[in-house]
């Protein structure tokens, strides 16, 4: 079955930086785009970045863009998310994502999520 598995998260100051990893396993890695998406306590879970599968195009939300950085190895099977500069509103779990289709149709499957907390 599928299965992402979130690491990297904890406390940082602010300005500091951390890397965030999503082991993948249960469905072809290398030929599918991947996400990171957020959730703040009290808010709606928001995109953070995106990566294409084999030409790894890159896209990111306006918030994080110029501080995150997302990319893949796809011989790892695992996702990446260098994030530099950090700030408050920055804080959240943040999780990796996968969209496959599936008999029933597309299906969005999510790790357990990893908690990232900026402040001094």
């Known amino acids: 079955q599928v299965q992402l598995v979130e690491s990297g998260g904890g406390l940082v100051q602010p300005g500091g930086s951390l890397r965030l990893s999503c082991a993948a396993s249960g469905f072809t890695f290398s030929t599918e785009a991947m996400r990171w998406f957020r959730q703040a306590p009290g808010n709606a879970r928001e995109f953070v970045a995106t990566i294409t599968s084999t030409r790894s195009i890159t896209n990111y939300a306006d918030s994080v863009k110029g501080r995150f950085t997302i990319s893949r190895d796809n011989t790892k099977n695992t996702l990446y998310l260098q994030m530099n500069n950090l700030k408050p509103e920055d804080t959240g779990v943040y999780y990796c994502?996968?969209?496959?289709?599936?008999?029933?149709?597309?299906?969005?499957?999510w790790g357990q999520g990893t908690q990232v907390t900026v402040s001094s």
């Open positions: 994502n996968v969209n496959l289709w599936t008999k029933s149709g597309p299906n969005d499957y």
